[in-house]
């Protein structure tokens, strides 16, 4: 029997999870693998606390470098999260030839760069399936079956909770604080949900498939990234008058100046596969000249889900392990300049509040047109003294679109920009 | 620079587009992977055929021997289709010690199980991504991301020609044969449509998808199938009526028997997932205890979608030649028994023509309750003489199910079993 000694760093939700999966489906995953997978070692805050997992007591310890140290560990899973301390024990662990498997998108977002290159030198796996869309296969198809391909955009939902509040407020009819206590109540949101509803939890997954994508390395700093908090029940029932379903996207992008990542609430047609995508799932979207397009869907976070794309990574580590040999990293990053934001193509859809008085459409058009932005429809409401002006632009550099809305924003005719946001997925 | 030299048997549709791919991407995959790939060698029944490749002439031979014995060729891709040279050569290949592509589903399907072995023995890898889905990334997750999940089912839409007659005889109510002629005329479909429209090509498509899925091998001889010929407008509009989309599944599922897969024509709930899969699309959909559900979606056929799953493996194969070591075959096929195919649970939507008569729906009843098959629902319509009863089961054993059909078609008051199509995907 092949025996791999695996250590943990973490035993919350996802590490519980692994070590139950390890311990109860021990003989299905041997029968299928050949592994015998064996838990060693599991650093924890506090090893007192009731854990309720089938492993000895004696094997939690407070002290991480030990179980790098242990010599009965063969790999290492990292799941406790953020970037430190696990940053530095990751790569101690790496120098030190251990392959390592880790759900954590923060680091591999903001020191993937590093952490690949030290694997890569010292001949072991990094390998990180969990940190992007949960369960759902990403990073290996992005990585592997496609690395053929000249992929030109990656773009998907990658936080369940803003999705859910999302489709809450699309089904329902719930105000914004309304859904997010609903999603808080269920558990889909954290009692502080600031780097879901605020974007960055998606940007660091963002930057991730724009660094695997397009093979050029994008930092977690080169991701502008805006979440949802001001989006209103009032936008989402306009924009489903006009044909189409919000919802924050990472985008990652080959464009014509260079490789992009962004975040931020979008309005996606209807008949676009990402608009069907309901609830907490996750789901991510693949465009490229020979494939045409791709869609992944499925559980996008959860300790179940989250184990099983560990788990996953573990059964390639170790085999790798066995066969004395290192396949992965399997992504080199070559040079290539990154986007800057200002000259990604964007349209927008705005909401204008203006006095209801003649030649203040005139106005407006002209702003825009002076901005080089032309406007693809206008749509417009009159509600006693003022109009409520809905308009849609066509694709112009994101920083022409942001003149032209500063532009307006100046006019005296208009009294409020009562929201700007990004339309995606529509031809021109 | 890392020189590996590829071998073709074949250069047709995915062949040629392959070799194309390899020519003009050659700089950016080797900036993305760091692999020089060199084609050195191609099969071809006719060197002499313009082919329009920017390739030397005499690359092309009739003997596909001498591209396996070449020297220069370090792995070999097997493009050729059918059991039939293909077998043998793949297999020669593997027995020398040269790792193989193959995209010839057939060919795994049917003698997967020996060439897998033989690989093993050599210690270098067998790859077929492109066997399954064309485009879409599903061998790998299968085999590698899932590899810790005890998967319950897989199912899929694997054959694009029949997912479009069925698309377009649900969108436009075009009858069977209508929608055929027009899937030729469109280069959806063959001009000899039988693989397809039969159920065979699918069924290939399920004994890998059911051996990958549960570690069990089941080999193309033991999928049952059955296709799209006997589908009917009539069927498809009724259907619609009751909330179910009729669709050709390859279902593979981990049930109390053992494993099972088999391909037929389903009525599927209008909600789940793969009623939506419009056209020559594929899906699969993965459901597991931990995963929920997992959906990929993507070109199921075509040369560049599976040039694309071609290329991914042969980048993959190369990195396992350079890296020095043999990391796949990544499954092992436990003994585990096959589910007989009576067995399995199945429900059923019956279409009889009965005669309009007092107590004719009460002798089909206890035909039903006999064979202890219980009806779920019962729809009338008279037609004057004779009346349309639309008969939806609940969940029983296939061979009772048939059994009851074979009772309810002895009835006197039964003119005809107009049809009898499963039921997927709903409970009981």
Redesign the interface.
Known sequence: MNTIGIGLLGAGTVGG?LIK?LTT?HA??A????LDLQVRRVAVRDPGKSRNLDIPEGMFTTDAQSVIDDPEVDLLVEVMGGQEPAGPLVLRALEAGKPVVTANKELIAARGYDLIAAAEKSGVALLF?AAVGG???II??LS???????LTRVMGIVNGTTNFILSQMTEEGTAYEDALAEAQELGFAEPDPTADVGGADAAAKAAILASLGF?TWVGLDRVPHTGITEITATDIRYADDLGYTIKLLAIAEDTDNGVSARVHPVLLPHAH?LS?IRGATNAIFIE????????????GAGG??T???V??????AA??IL?????AP???F?PSSLADFGSVPTKWYVRLEVADLPGVLAQIASAFGEANVSIKSVWQEETGEEATLLIVTHLAPESEQQNALAAVNELDCVHAVAAAIRVESEEA
Chains 1, 2 share one sequence.
């Open positions: 999870t999966r489906d299905a995953i029968a299928k693998t050949g399936e369960g759902i296969p290996r198809p592997e079956t496609l690395a053929g391909e000249r093979g596969p069907a490229g000249p020979a494939i045409d397009t791709l869609l992944f869907a499925g559980p179940d889900p184990a099983t794309a788990l996953g990574d573990v059964i390639d085999r790798e066969a004395g040999a290192q396949v399997r992504i080199r070559a």
